[in-house]
């Protein structure tokens, strides 16, 4: 469902990446529920009060960061359906910019999650003139291990970051 305010972050040939809209909760609670898809994140909500109250949150935060980074809305333009999330952020403790992605298991393989990646980190080198943006995921999760790849990030070892120790990619501009 589209919201009246509706802010697009970045467009692609096939995918809008936007703003979270409170009537996304019910649709980004579906998309953590699965089992699957949450296997290598943090515990997802356990309602879509909470899911809506973490998307308040969420947006109350970039808000106040200018917007400058954001955790976005993945929409495929065809059908006008979320298929995710993407990231582009702060990597928590550390000094890095990092970027990173979450779809639902529908929207595998459609490869969205590297479209977005590029988009997002596009976005990062031209328009905020990063010079560095960093990847970290769970060694196991070999999807997105191969986006990675797809980006051009290169491996540099393991990192402690979200209370794990996972995989870490660079990209250079």
Not at 43 to 60: G, M, T, Y
Request: with cysteine; aromatic share 10%.
């Amino acid at each position: 469902m589209e919201s009246k305010t509706m802010t697009i972050v970045l467009e692609t040939e096939r995918i809008l990446v936007r703003h979270w809209e409170e009537e996304d909760a019910p649709t980004l609670f579906e998309i953590y529920q699965d089992p699957e898809v949450h296997r290598y994140l943090n515990s997802p909500a356990q309602s879509v009060e909470e899911q809506l109250e973490r998307l308040r949150a969420i947006k109350a935060r970039y808000r106040e960061s200018g917007d400058r980074y954001g955790f976005w809305a993945i929409v495929d333009k065809t059908t006008g359906e979320v298929a995710g999330a993407v990231i582009l952020k702060p990597l928590p403790g550390h000094d890095e910019i990092e970027v990173g992605w979450h779809l639902g298991r529908s929207a595998w393989g459609k490869g969205y999650a590297t479209e977005a990646g590029r988009a997002c980190t596009q976005y990062g080198f031209e328009r905020l003139g990063l010079t560095r943006i960093v990847a970290v995921v769970n060694p196991l999760n070999t999807r997105s291990l191969a986006v990675t790849q797809r980006l051009g990030m290169r491996p540099e070892g393991t990192v402690t970051a979200y209370e794990k120790e996972l995989a870490f990619f660079v990209l250079e501009r």
